[in-house]
């Protein structure tokens, strides 16, 4: 399974655009990049998902490089309600891949939104 | 939809007690997974299932039990447990399309083992 590495905190202030950077060197051809997020009390909510270029939904932008080694997930004009853990998640379930791989989930990286 | 349900939401076992922690869900989706959260950490999975009649083990499935006996149910049996296994567990379930899609989330169980 791909290992993620994504930074442990940031802060960032209202209606400033943030980028989460997600590092998976070992990426494998058959893996997708998945972003969830998560509030206190709560399970995680997925955010979006790709797996090459740049996806693009209501909430938020993934950009993935052509070597697919990093991602970084974008919100735009953040506000105190983004406030949560953002997770990077990258994996297999394909039933093609020899076996069904639901990755682990990191320690994620702490979002504080500041007024 | 309710979504994913998990029952109950909180729980106080004593050291070697047993219970069970059902999952329900109400979207016909085929995988059905149960992870648990540490503080300060992220989620770990203990089992998971893809399909009915199926479960698998995960990153950390010792002490633990699970059965799906029917689509929408995946149930997770602590037969003795330990300290250890207080966490938060959360399940979640996900529909096959060949390719990884989005995963809904029950709110979580807290289990305190004393």
């Known amino acids: 399974l791909a290992k993620t590495t994504q930074p442990i905190s940031m802060d960032s202030y209202e209606g400033q655009e943030v980028n989460i950077t997600c590092s998976h060197n070992?990426?494998?051809?058959?893996?997708?990049i998945t972003w969830y997020q998560q509030f206190p009390s709560q399970g995680p909510r997925f955010i979006i998902q790709?797996?090459?270029t740049k996806v693009t939904n209501e909430v938020a932008s993934l950009f993935i490089p052509a070597d697919r080694k990093s991602s970084t997930l974008s919100l735009p004009r953040v506000s105190l309600s983004d406030t949560a853990v953002y997770y990077c998640?990258?994996?297999?379930?394909?039933?093609?891949?020899?076996?069904?791989?639901?990755?682990?989930f990191g320690t994620g990286t702490k979002l504080q939104v500041i007024p | 939809n309710a979504g994913v349900t998990q029952t109950p939401k909180f729980r106080v076992l004593k050291t070697g007690q047993s219970m069970t922690l059902l999952c329900a869900q109400d979207?016909?989706?085929?995988?059905m997974y149960w992870y648990r959260q540490d503080p300060g950490m992220g989620l770990r999975l203990i089992h998971y299932?893809?399909?009915?009649?199926?479960?698998a083990k995960g990153e950390v499935p010792d002490g633990y039990n699970v059965s799906r006996l029917k689509k929408q149910n995946f149930l997770l049996g602590l037969e003795s447990a330990a300290p250890s296994q207080t966490s938060v567990y959360f399940c979640?379930?996900?529909?096959?399309?060949?390719?990884?899609?989005?995963?809904?989330f029950g709110q979580g169980t807290r289990l305190t083992v004393v």
């Open positions: 979640a379930s996900e529909k096959s399309t060949g390719i990884p899609t989005e995963a809904f």
């Open positions: 299932s893809v399909g009915e009649g199926t479960t």
């Open positions: 790709g797996y090459k």
């Open positions: 070992n990426i494998a051809t058959n893996d997708y």
């Open positions: 979207m016909n989706h085929e995988y």
């Open positions: 998640l990258v994996g297999d379930i394909t039933p093609n891949s020899g076996g069904y791989q639901k990755v682990t």
